[in-house]
């Protein structure tokens, strides 16, 4: 069964600052991973998504994601963290022959100017 | 290129009543996932649909159900409402095969009093 951690239910940062949203998963073939954005009243947003390749993988808006594979995690990073990033974000997985994607309960994003 | 919308937008049902909901797909995508996201939850998969057949479905009673139409949009349909149906529900279209995420509709908000 495929499963999703996101250990924080809240970050805080400083604008400016760098930040980190952590993600764990658990699936058993070839992890698909990808994470998204929810800001208030609003559906998902695509973000980036981790495929095959390159363990750093670049998305929208100045994310970036780590893909750990020993660590079987997914951080999502920014260098300097603007106000406007403050929303929900959920990590989300399937396995490379899965139909469907399995999410993280979300964390929820405060950048404070 | 348009996206995904849903409709309606907001909705408010008496528990034991019957509701629709309902999704275009964006242009180009070929299969309709949807999902229900209740307050301070990550999404949970209900279902797909691909060539108007269900394609795949979560851990969700048989009193949800869904339709896909030749134009690949889709309904929701779910009966005897409960008050635990109260929840965001998520359309999201995709091509299926593709390495690509979904694309999702920003979301009808049920309530069920």
Redesign the interface.
């Known amino acids: 069964a495929q499963s ?1 951690a996101q250990p924080e239910d809240q970050v805080n940062v400083a604008e400016g600052n760098p930040l980190t949203v952590k993600c764990t998963y658990s699936v058993s073939g070839n992890p ?1 991973l ?1 994470w ?1 954005v929810q800001y208030p ?6 973000l980036l ?1 981790y ?1 095959t390749g390159d363990n750093l993988v670049k998305g929208s808006y100045g994310f970036e994601a780590e893909f750990n594979k020993s660590q079987t995690s997914f951080h999502l990073k920014k260098p300097s963290a603007l106000v406007s990033d403050s929303a929900l974000y ?1 990590c ?1 997985v399937r396995n490379n022959y899965g ?8 964390t929820r994003l405060s950048v404070l100017p | 290129e348009t996206g ?1 919308t ?1 409709s309606p937008t907001h909705l408010i049902k008496t528990r034991g009543q019957q509701v629709t909901l309902r999704c275009s797909s964006q242009s180009g995508h070929n299969t309709v ?1 949807w ?1 229900q996201q209740a307050l ?6 209900i279902f ?1 649909y691909y060539r108007e057949e269900e ?2 479905r ?1 851990n969700f009673p048989p009193r949800f159900s869904g339709l896909q139409f030749p134009n690949y949009s889709s309904e929701l349909n779910v009966n005897a409402l409960e008050l635990d149906d109260s929840a965001l529900y ?1 359309c ?1 279209s995709s091509l299926r095969g593709s ?9 009808t ?1 049920l309530t069920v009093v």
């Open positions: 999703v698909y990808f998204y009243n609003r559906g998902l947003q695509f998504k495929i959920f989300a139909q469907n994607f399995v999410f993280g309960p979300g | 995904v849903q996932s999902y301070g939850q990550g999404p949970q998969f797909q394609n795949g979560g998520l999201a390495n690509y995420g979904y694309t999702f509709g920003s979301g908000r």
